[in-house]
């Protein structure tokens, strides 16, 4: 079955902890995303990927740091700096970063810091 | 205001209703319209897509879009409890930019 894979669906953190979400996909895109998302605010884009090595931010990058090692995967480290990192979050990839190409989304990973 | 202007709701119907849910924005330059269902917990899955304004059908679902007015709308006929879900709009293609502008979505109760 081709789709996105992220892992763990739950993660649990303290306060002051880097964690890393993973993010994997078999559908030979070569466009991948991160997006937050907060009840009531929609998504919100946090970095984006056209090509492999190379990752551009996205409206809230700060706090965040990703790479793209291999085209199939897209992790994404949530830092210490991040201030609100308690939120769910969804990984997407697309044929290309192009006008007539769909996002397609993971399953999203659920992540409480305490 | 925002790009993208979505009704969060809720909108609760019955089970059988037609359902009507909207979005305006006010970027002409979009040419790209997206709709997605969200059900609670999971990540967003592709409804329909379309270029042009006119309408698009699929099944019981109909993809509407006025660019004069700056106007999308997803139509339900036949509403089920399943389709009980949090529905958002997308669009892009403003100022060559092709990274999506969401809607904050629109949750829908069917109830039976």
């Known amino acids: 079955d081709g789709g996105i894979t992220q892992s763990p669906k739950y993660l649990f953190r303290k306060e002051g902890q880097n964690v890393t979400l993973s993010c994997e996909q078999n559908?030979?895109?070569?466009?991948m995303y991160w997006y937050r998302q907060d009840p009531g605010q929609g998504l919100r884009l946090i970095y984006y990927?056209?090509?492999?090595?190379?990752?551009q931010k996205g409206d809230i990058a700060e706090g965040y740091s990703v790479s793209r090692e291999k085209k199939e995967s897209f992790p994404l480290t949530v830092t210490s700096a991040q201030k609100n990192p308690t939120a769910f979050y969804l990984c997407?990839?697309?044929?290309?970063?192009?006008?007539?190409?769909?996002?397609?989304f993971g399953p999203g990973t659920r992540l409480t810091v305490t | 205001q925002k790009e993208v202007e979505q009704d969060p709701g809720p909108l609760s119907v019955p089970e059988g209703a037609i359902v009507s849910l909207n979005c305006t924005y006010s970027n002409s330059a979009f040419q790209y319209f997206m709709w997605y269902r969200q059900y609670s917990r999971k990540g967003p899955e592709l409804l329909m897509y379309t270029y042009s304004s006119g309408n698009k059908e699929d099944g019981r679902f109909t993809a509407q879009v006025d660019k004069s007015s700056k106007y999308i709308s997803l139509f339900i006929r036949d509403s089920q409890p399943s389709d009980s879900a949090t529905y958002l709009c997308?669009?892009?293609?403003?100022?060559?930019?092709?990274?999506?502008?969401f809607g904050r979505g629109t949750s829908l109760i069917v109830h039976p």
């Open positions: 990927s056209q090509i492999v090595n190379d990752f």
């Open positions: 559908l030979n895109h070569d466009a």
């Open positions: 997407a990839s697309s044929m290309a970063l192009d006008l007539s190409y769909e996002q397609y």
């Open positions: 997308a669009m892009k293609g403003s100022g060559g930019s092709y990274i999506p502008t």
